[in-house]
């Protein structure tokens, strides 16, 4: 898998749990607001897994003809991404520990989705997506603007340019 495709993973692992939950008080993930890196690389990591399991939940649904290649994309990039931030935790250039399961929110919202099935499925699983990538980019772009750890910095501005790519494979989902 090419570097680009596993940096799409990522910001596509990252965009549910960015889309889901608030940031710390005072940041709201837009361009300009200040992340700090332990909230981001809780949020990361977060979304990553919710990405990672709501597409691989969407493959077992049978999947209509356009979900199906997204989530298999989502599965593939995103386990890249998570891959990347935890080398970037070994390596030392970051020092935060991301968790290992999802927060409530996100686990109810697995369950949620688990509850679906069909068209129903589908549409939600489609509109979580955006939503998520939505929020995603903003808070990559926040923290490759203003974050505080140059390695970390570095990697978010990389990886946005593929969230980018997921959002707007999401926003053409059907």
């Not at 990672?52 to 599965?75: C, H, N, R, Y």
């Not at 686990?107 to 509850?115: G, Q, V």
Request: net charge negative; with cysteine; hydrophobic share 35%.
């Amino acid at each position: 898998m090419n570097r680009a495709t596993l940096i799409a993973a990522v910001c596509v692992l990252s965009a549910p749990s960015l889309a889901q939950s608030p940031g710390p008080a005072g940041t709201t993930g837009a361009a300009g607001s200040n992340v700090s890196t332990a909230e981001f690389v809780r949020k990361v990591a977060v979304s990553d897994m919710f990405e990672i399991q709501s597409s691989q939940l969407a493959l077992k649904k049978d999947p209509d003809s356009d979900t199906k290649p997204f989530a298999e994309k989502m599965v593939k990039d995103h386990e890249q991404t998570t891959k990347e931030l935890k080398e970037l935790v070994q390596t030392g250039k970051v020092k935060e520990q991301p968790p290992t399961a999802l927060d409530d929110e996100h686990k109810r919202k697995l369950d949620d989705l688990a509850k679906l099935s069909g068209k129903d499925f589908d549409s939600s699983y489609d509109q979580t997506q955006k939503q998520a990538h939505q929020e995603a980019v903003a808070l990559f772009q926040a923290y490759a603007q203003n974050g505080d750890n140059p390695d970390l910095k570095q990697w978010a501005a990389k990886t946005l340019p593929h969230l980018r790519e997921h959002l707007s494979m999401a926003e053409k989902l059907k």
